[in-house]
């Protein structure tokens, strides 16, 4: 007999499902990592008393089962902090009119993260993904810490008090994008870009025309093929600036290096750019919104390859699931990691509050073929739009990253904080 038959589900190891026969007592840690996997992730069940890989219930009798029940309690208490969220229930079944069991541990997302498990006195975090448990990277256990406060970078308050004089590259940005008209200063108030006593908020200070730090580095690179493994690197430039300088140095980087052709059509001769400019400007732009300014040590990337641009920005997929590759940017849902940049970017008319900088990106390529689609992927470190050569005849040449299963829904879903 099989898990499936018990619970009527076909069910296969994944993100938020894990079989094992019994727990071992020589490796705890084995299973262990995977309830504080559970806990760091999405949640999910482990099933004690089923073959791995097949499936096939084993199970227990009534004493076993509640022994197993009652070890697995105390380990969890003594290496699992904080206590995961979890139920635990005896899922019965007969075998020749005998009565036997399996352990049903279901285990919740934990409101409180990094959830840590202490094996030989040696903390760790791990997190599920895919069918694995791994220790999280950096980016991930930095963004259980952000998402368990629920508080954005951008929108704490510095010690750091507002200056009008200071803003003049955010102003020279708004008069660009609004006719020659002056910043209104009641708005970036109203926005919380300062609070009442004066002071800046974190993300108002990456826009003053003196900010030197790091949190806003960019590095532009030109590759002689189509990998970074495998090819020359052309160019290695490096910016650290305001936002408005940031967003200006990467639009010239590209439009200094990019191709350009012609074709001839019946009356006229049509150019062509490489990268179409409002797609290139909304994929900058994505970049600067999206990007986690809580990881330090990290930097926007702009490669340019021979069929493709990629602009990486640090910080997975904000407040949805990793996506693997998906050509269909019109079905992603915008949600904001960093709301008071991006309200000063809405303000400056260089995003629309509706959220359809992607939908742009696609008017933009509506007449390639289908080997010059745009697409985005997302990592566990980083979210990335690429934008395909339209000079470049053949096309993105490496297509192998994965294929999206599916994307974020509007309004979220259980898992969205």
């Known amino acids: 007999m099989c898990l499936e038959e018990l619970v009527n589900v076909i069910l296969l190891e994944d993100m938020e499902v894990e079989c094992k026969s019994r727990l071992n007592r020589e490796?705890?840690?084995?299973?262990?990592?995977?309830?504080?996997?559970?806990?760091?992730?999405?949640?999910?069940?482990?099933?004690?008393?089923?073959?791995?890989?097949?499936?096939?219930?084993?199970?227990?009798?009534?004493?076993?089962?509640?022994?197993?029940?009652?070890?697995?309690?105390?380990?969890?208490n003594e290496h699992i902090v904080p206590r995961p969220n979890l139920s635990i229930s005896f899922l019965p079944y007969k075998v020749r009119e005998k009565e036997r069991f399996i352990i049903q541990i279901h285990v919740k997302e934990s409101r409180i993260k990094p959830v840590l498990c202490k094996y030989k006195g040696v903390p760790s975090i791990f997190i599920r993904r895919d069918g694995f448990t791994n220790g999280a990277s950096y980016e991930e256990i930095i963004d259980m810490s952000v998402k368990s406060k629920n508080t954005q970078y951008d929108i704490q308050f510095s010690d750091q008090l507002y200056d009008?004089?200071?803003?003049?590259?955010l102003q020279a940005f708004y008069a660009q994008n609004n006719q020659g008209k002056e910043l209104p200063e009641k708005?970036?108030?109203?926005?919380?870009?300062?609070?009442?006593?004066?002071?800046?908020?974190?993300?108002?200070l990456l826009f003053s025309d003196t900010y030197d730090g790091k949190k806003t580095s960019v590095q532009c690179s030109v590759f002689s093929g189509f990998s970074k493994g495998s090819n020359r690197i052309v160019t290695v430039n490096r910016f650290e600036g305001n936002l408005m300088d940031s967003v200006h140095y990467m639009l010239e980087f590209v439009e200094q290096r990019m191709n350009h052709t012609?074709?001839?059509?019946?009356?006229?001769?049509?150019?062509?750019?490489?990268?179409?400019?409002?797609?290139?400007?909304?994929?900058?732009?994505?970049?600067?919104?999206?990007?986690?300014?809580?990881?330090?040590?990290?930097?926007?990337?702009?490669?340019?390859?021979?069929?493709?641009?990629?602009?990486?920005?640090?910080?997975?997929?904000?407040?949805?699931?990793?996506?693997?590759?998906?050509?269909?940017?019109s079905s992603i849902i915008s949600k904001r990691r960093n709301e008071l940049i991006a309200s000063v970017l809405v303000l400056c008319n260089a995003m629309e509050a509706a959220g359809t900088g992607f939908d742009k990106i696609m008017l933009e390529y509506r007449d390639a073929n289908r080997k010059h689609r745009p697409y985005i992927f997302s990592s566990s470190d980083d979210f990335t739009i690429v934008l395909p050569d339209l000079t470049y005849s053949e096309g993105i040449v490496d297509d192998a990253t994965p294929r999206l299963s599916f994307v974020p829904v509007e309004n979220g879903t259980r898992y969205d904080p």
């Open 27 to 76: 490796d705890t840690l084995g299973w262990l990592k995977t309830i504080a996997g559970f806990s760091n992730a999405q949640g999910g069940c482990l099933y004690i008393g089923v073959e791995d890989k097949t499936n096939k219930l084993i199970g227990f009798d009534r004493i076993e089962a509640d022994n197993e029940r009652n070890y697995f309690n105390n380990i969890i």
């Open 164 to 169: 009008p004089a200071n803003f003049t590259t």
């Open 187 to 204: 708005a970036l108030r109203s926005m919380g870009f300062f609070n009442e006593e004066g002071y800046l908020a974190n993300g108002a």
């Open 262 to 329: 012609m074709i001839k059509e019946e009356n006229h001769r049509k150019n062509i750019d490489a990268f179409p400019s409002r797609a290139l400007f909304e994929a900058v732009i994505n970049a600067i919104a999206h990007r986690n300014y809580y990881l330090d040590g990290t930097q926007i990337q702009v490669d340019l390859f021979r069929d493709r641009l990629e602009i990486s920005s640090p910080g997975s997929f904000y407040q949805g699931e990793q996506l693997a590759k998906t050509y269909d940017l």
